[in-house]
């Protein structure tokens, strides 16, 4: 199985920062992207950012100049850091991975659990 275990969320003023983290482990062989995404309430849920194995990264319209998207392919991680956070930035962050779990396998995807974020006006 594979576990994705984000931290870092959590309380902050308009115009502050945060960094929130994710790891991924389990039975992994490769991954091939690794992204956030986030949902409000009452919302659905949307992509904030994306990583690819290769460095490549896209980014959602809302959080573009604001949110980096960075990532530690030896540790399996990936790096959310947001600054300049505005009050709708408020919403559950998740990580969600692409992977495989072998040489030439299929791919799967997985989610974390989630990480709330609260930027306060």
């Known amino acids: 199985q594979v576990q994705l275990v984000e931290s870092g969320g959590g309380l902050v003023q308009a115009g502050g920062s945060l960094t929130l983290s994710c790891v991924a482990s389990g039975s992994i062989f490769s991954i091939d992207l690794m992204a956030w995404y986030r949902q409000a309430p009452g919302k659905q849920r949307e992509l904030v950012a994306v990583?690819?194995?290769?460095?490549?990264?896209n980014y959602g319209d809302s959080v573009k100049g604001r949110f980096t998207i960075s990532s530690d392919n030896a540790k399996n991680t990936v790096y959310l850091q947001m600054n300049s956070l505005k009050p709708e930035d408020t919403a559950v962050y998740y990580c969600?991975?692409?992977?495989?779990?072998?040489?030439?396998?299929?791919?799967?995807?997985?989610w974390g659990q989630g990480t709330q974020v609260t930027v306060s006006s």
């Open positions: 969600n991975t692409y992977l495989r779990k072998s040489l030439g396998g299929p791919g799967y995807g997985y």
């Open positions: 990583v690819t194995s290769g460095g490549s990264t």
